[in-house]
């Protein structure tokens, strides 16, 4: 049947003359019967919007045609217009939506012709575009709305973009911000509010100049804001333009988006890598041995030669990254191959292992062949030995570094300080003091440098220092008892306090309830929550997932149990996959099983109940175990027995009470005339 055969009008039902030839009554029939010379002729309107159309009221049709058309009932006949008419009211709604968002996508896109209008009012140039692009929306929208489209397929339309200035998820918000706009003559208005006041002030920094500032603030000189305004104006003025103030500067500078575009031509690359980027954090090794850390530096003393020359000791070390003690160490005039194997060498022996893994820098000392081999030789054994890329991949030896020199370094004579690239203030002696260490009664020979490096060495690795925080770190990564024990909280409390809730009814063997317009169903397979059959239940979900729902108690708040989601599969056989089957099994396999525990629990009840058959009287026993008629009959007599038990014992009360002479009617007027004196 066709959309245009059936239409509804006021709760009534038409059809149109095709779909009754198409239900095989004749032509001829149809128009004699729907004549106006004809007494019993069938009502006919004209279409509301098509005045050729003509349409038949359906229950204007005598019951004698239906019979002999075998035409169905009006009732199916309005479901189905119904459902027709909401199917059709659906795409039309989906038609007007997306007829909305095509043309407002396209304004969307024009955004650039509004620039002018607020970049005036403001510096940022992500603001501006926002504002604009709010502008020629609500301009289209306005005029959409004079042309008949619907407020609601507008405020939909509206919601789709995520960058306009005024953003909102309410209806009834868009519709307040709307009526406004349509109120005003000019939507800027609106949108700024209170703004146009700061046209003055802003009036001259113009996208070119914000360009030009920032240029100068990213140079690598590190120029000030008068520096940066003396340039700025030397371009306006060529530009035959007004200056700037510092104000301007200053506002401008202090944006956070400017700070981060012109940070790494200010600051320098190694400034941004190692300040500003984010880095890895990692979990220091647990055991000793799995990692080895391997670097060099400068030991800041110095020395003599025999050319009478100043020189300082480069010393190189193997540190453990778990307890941070150096296990090996040499030293030379220069950073060198044989030294760097000399270290790990020492390492090894005092070890007498390898560890799982080596950290050295990129020195030249790494390079040789001599080197290479030892690497080779180790990973054969399954070193894994890298390379660091980074100084923070090899930050525990490079503080170690820093400790021997602060907290070791200083208590000795002859020590020159961190070295010139130290950014520590406190980091060298005073002019005066370096003076008179490097006079030369006070200057050592090498080998006593030497003895000084072993002696520095020795008081690290047995300090009490290094020592309390390897016992530190081993407490941290061991379990340590609490005094004060927390309160421990499973997934059902959790569920109950933090999750979201329903209230709904076990019925027909599950739970159902919607989320975001979708239905979830849980099927029951639990006695204890077959209890609460007919009975509302607090239901716990997560929204993220909906896998499992917790039930509580209602009145109590206890915990009922859980339920597991159920999917609904295909309900053609056809169209069901293996998967689908397996399934439809094993959740058939739950039923038939909790229907056995019913029926178990049923015969439980009757062997109980035969148990206490077994206590009662012999009589009773005797009359349960007889068949349906003698069963009967030796019922009714032992009623008659009692019957006639009974009238005796009245019959021998009447005499007693004969005897006393009591008055019973008289006894109740006086009782009767008390109450109602009371």
């Given at each position: 049947m066709e959309v245009q055969d059936l239409y509804l009008f006021d709760n009534r039902l038409f059809v149109s003359y095709s779909y009754l030839f198409k239900r095989g009554v004749s032509e001829q029939s149809v128009y004699n019967l729907t004549s106006k010379n004809n007494k019993n002729s069938w009502k006919v309107v004209r279409h509301p919007s098509n005045n050729r159309c003509k349409l038949i009221e359906y229950n204007s049709i005598q019951k004698k045609y239906f019979e002999l058309y075998k035409l169905p009932e009006a009732k199916k006949l309005e479901e189905k217009a119904r459902r027709q008419e909401m199917k059709n009211k659906k795409e039309s709604d989906e038609k007007s939506k997306l007829f909305v968002k095509n043309i407002l996508d396209i304004e969307y896109d024009c955004w650039i012709e509004l620039k002018p209008l607020y970049e005036n009012l403001f510096i940022d140039s992500e603001i501006i575009e926002c504002y604009c692009?709010?502008?020629?929306?609500?301009?289209?929208?306005?005029?959409?709305?004079?042309?008949?489209?619907?407020?609601?397929?507008?405020?939909?339309?509206?919601?789709?973009?995520?960058?306009?200035i005024f953003q909102t998820q309410s209806y009834s918000a868009f519709c307040n911000k709307f009526k406004k706009i349509r109120e005003r003559d000019s939507i800027d208005d609106v949108l700024i509010h209170g703004l146009k006041g700061r046209i003055s002030n802003n009036k001259r920094i113009?996208?070119?100049?914000?360009?030009?500032?920032?240029?100068?603030?990213?140079?690598?000189?590190?120029?000030?804001?008068?520096?940066?305004?003396?340039?700025?104006?030397?371009?306006?003025?060529?530009?035959?333009?007004?200056?700037?103030?510092?104000?301007?500067?200053?506002?401008?500078?202090?944006?956070?988006?400017?700070?981060?575009?012109?940070?790494?031509?200010?600051?320098?690359?190694?400034?941004?890598k190692y300040n500003i980027l984010p880095h890895n954090h990692f979990i220091p090794p647990k055991n000793e041995g799995t990692v080895w850390f391997l670097d060099g530096t400068r030991l800041q003393f110095a020395y003599k030669d025999k050319k009478s020359k100043y020189k300082t000791l480069i010393f190189y070390v193997v540190v453990d990254g778990k307890s941070k003690k150096i296990l090996g160490y040499s030293s030379d005039v220069?950073?060198?191959?044989?030294?760097?194997?000399?270290?790990?060498?020492?390492?090894?022996?005092?070890?007498?292992?390898?560890?799982?893994?080596?950290?050295?820098?990129?020195?030249?000392?790494?390079?040789?062949?001599?080197?290479?081999?030892?690497?080779?030789?180790?990973?054969?054994?399954?070193?894994?030995?890298?390379?660091?890329?980074?100084?923070?991949?090899?930050?525990?030896?490079?503080?170690?570094?820093?400790?021997?020199?602060?907290?070791?370094?200083?208590?000795?004579?002859?020590?020159?300080?961190?070295?010139?690239?130290?950014?520590?203030?406190?980091?060298?002696?005073?002019?005066?003091?370096?003076?008179?260490?490097?006079?030369?009664?006070?200057?050592?020979?090498?080998?006593?440098?030497?003895?000084?490096?072993?002696?520095?060495?020795?008081?690290y690795n047995n300090s009490k220092?290094?020592?309390?925080?390897?016992?530190?770190?081993?407490?941290?990564?061991?379990?340590?008892?609490?005094?004060v024990e927390p309160i421990s909280i499973n997934s059902i409390d959790f569920a109950s306090m933090f999750w979201e809730e329903k209230e709904i009814i076990v019925s027909k063997g599950s739970i159902v309830f919607k989320v975001e317009g979708r239905n979830y169903y849980y099927n029951i397979y639990k006695k204890e929550v077959l209890t609460y059959f007919n009975q509302k239940v607090r239901v716990c979900f997560n929204p993220d997932d909906l896998s499992n729902v917790f039930l509580f108690d209602l009145k109590t708040g206890n915990y009922i149990g859980s339920l597991e989601r159920y999917i609904p599969r295909p309900k053609a056989r056809i169209?069901?996959?293996?998967?689908?089957?397996?399934?439809?099994?094993?959740?058939?396999?739950?039923?038939?099983?909790?229907?056995?525990?019913?029926?178990?629990?049923?015969?439980?009840?009757?062997?109980?109940?035969?148990?206490?058959?077994?206590?009662?009287?012999?009589d009773i026993a005797i009359l349960s175990s007889m068949k349906k008629r003698v069963l009967e009959d030796s019922e009714a007599d032992l009623t008659t027995n009692e019957i006639l038990n009974y009238k005796n014992i009245e019959k021998k009360s009447r005499i007693v009470i004969k005897e006393e002479l009591v008055d019973f009617e008289k006894l109740f007027k006086d009782m009767y005339k008390f109450n109602r004196d009371l």
């Open positions: 692009k709010t502008h020629i929306i609500f301009q289209k929208c306005k005029e959409l709305y004079e042309l008949g489209t619907r407020l609601k397929d507008l405020y939909n339309a509206y919601s789709r973009y995520d960058d306009l113009s996208s070119d100049v914000i360009v030009e500032i920032k240029r100068h603030f990213s140079d690598s000189k590190r120029l000030n804001a008068s520096h940066i305004l003396e340039r700025v104006n030397e371009y306006l003025i060529k530009s035959n333009r007004q200056r700037i103030s510092i104000s301007s500067i200053y506002k401008v500078i202090s944006q956070p988006y400017v700070k981060i575009d012109c940070l790494e031509g200010r600051m320098g690359m190694k400034y941004v220069s950073e060198n191959t044989e030294m760097a194997i000399e270290a790990v060498k020492m390492a090894c022996c005092k070890t007498s292992i390898l560890p799982r893994e080596l950290v050295q820098d990129r020195s030249p000392a790494h390079r040789s062949l001599k080197y290479e081999r030892l690497i080779s030789q180790a990973k054969l054994l399954g070193v894994l030995w890298r390379p660091c890329y980074n100084p923070r991949d090899n930050n525990y030896v490079e503080r170690l570094f820093g400790v021997l020199q602060e907290r070791f370094c200083k208590t000795i004579d002859g020590y020159l300080g961190d070295g010139i690239r130290s950014k520590n203030p406190v980091g060298k002696p005073a002019p005066e003091e370096l003076e008179r260490q490097l006079k030369e009664k006070n200057i050592r020979t090498r080998e006593e440098l030497e003895k000084v490096l072993e002696k520095l060495i020795f008081d220092f290094r020592i309390d925080k390897e016992e530190k770190l081993n407490r941290e990564q061991a379990y340590r008892k609490i005094e169209e069901r996959s293996e998967a689908d089957n397996l399934y439809i099994k094993s959740e058939s396999k739950k039923g038939r099983q909790l229907a056995h525990e019913l029926i178990i629990g049923v015969k439980n009840i009757k062997e109980q109940s035969k148990k206490q058959n077994v206590n009662l009287p012999p």
